[in-house]
């Protein structure tokens, strides 16, 4: 028996859960700190409350307690940042009870890191926009580094960053003068973020400038990719840059340099690439990594190859899965992607939905038979109007 334990309870984790009852036919259950909306009212999840007092130890104690049916298989799925480096962290003890498709401690910390991403990628010959990195410390003694604006500002480690929250929060900053980068070092720093921060090269151009690589890899060894280009982003200060519509294809050559890069460093388990065209240079560039499957990794599933699959029964590390379909995802309305969508993409989105192949990750018939639920997705896609009025 298959029992998927999802932490999180995002897109991401919807998703996932989505997945495993298609292709297993199971419930899977969310342990979050809070139910948050894609999972309410869900007949294919049951939500588990955790204690936001929890440290490592307990939660430990808490989840193989839980799996205490001796003849099923629970496969123990992270879904943010902060999970995938406690089940990192923790992988020894728990993988007496679960089976974890996760990347060791040491690799996460270093791919996680945006700073040592770049010196990675540039070991391999990634192409990254210009990069620099600073510590507080550094910050504080010696200024800002010396760059052209504008610039990007994103903190080096997510999972940190988000527990020090302060009013005016965003996911990414845009400083267009050193001034305007100051104060936003300022502020970060002096809500207790101890970490690096990352100042990076602006690159021109749309939501339509970014894609997005998802690998899976098993026994240090990339197994399965896909790959799309991003149609529409979120613009919300928290939300910035979420991917709302992808449209997948052929993965480029240019991009094998990664799955070389993950093979040689005998990388386990999902990695998500965030990656942008740089118009100027005609070169993608990366960004950063996610040691996960990402929010919006439903458009993996869409396009043929199951998340649910990989994780329960991942190819052999001699077959590499390259071939997926051409689908259509969004997790927004329809009308909202063809309003603020790049005009260029509306050819391909007709084409995708002329065929059938638009898939919307709430939009699962199953769970629609509740109408709580029904509900809940009805409300969920009305209110990006609205978000996309206010941050267009």
Known sequence: MIIPVILGADL?????????????????????????????????????RISNRFEDEQLNQFLISFAD???????????????????????????????????????????TSKADFAMICGKYNLPIPQTRSLTEGEFRSS??????????????VSAEYWRHPFRGMKKVYYASSAREAYLIAEKIYGAQYDGELVFQEYIPGGDDKMRVLTTFSHNG???SVCYGHVILEEH?????????????????????????????????????????????SNTLKFLELNARQG???????????????LIVSPPGSNKRGYDYNNIYWHTVPNRVVMKYANKNEMAEIRRARADHCEYDPLLYKYDLLSPRRAAYVIAHNLKYYDKYRKYP
């Open 295 to 309: 929010r919006s990794n439903y458009y993996m599933t869409a396009a043929g190859i199951s998340i649910a699959g």
């Open 236 to 280: 919300t200060p928290k939300g910035l840059g979420n991917h709302v519509a992808i449209i997948t294809e052929p993965m480029p050559d240019e991009l094998l340099p990664a799955i070389t890069m993950l093979d040689d460093l005998k990388y386990d388990g999902f990695a998500n690439f965030d990656i942008i065209f740089d118009s100027r």
């Open 69 to 111: 049916d001796q003849s099923a298989d629970y496969y123990l799925i992270p879904c943010t940042d902060e999970y995938v480096e406690y089940v990192a962290r923790n992988v020894i003890t728990l993988s007496g009870r679960y089976i974890c498709r996760t990347v060791s401690h040491n690799l996460l910390s270093a791919l």
């Open 143 to 156: 200024g800002l580094p010396q760059m052209s604006y504008p610039i990007a500002i994103k903190p080096s």
């Open 221 to 223: 060894k990339v197994v």
């Open 12 to 48: 991401n984790a919807y998703s996932v859960a989505r997945s495993f009852h298609e292709k297993y036919d199971v419930k899977s259950f969310a342990f979050a700190k809070e139910e948050l909306g894609p999972i309410k009212f869900s007949r294919i999840i049951t939500y588990i």
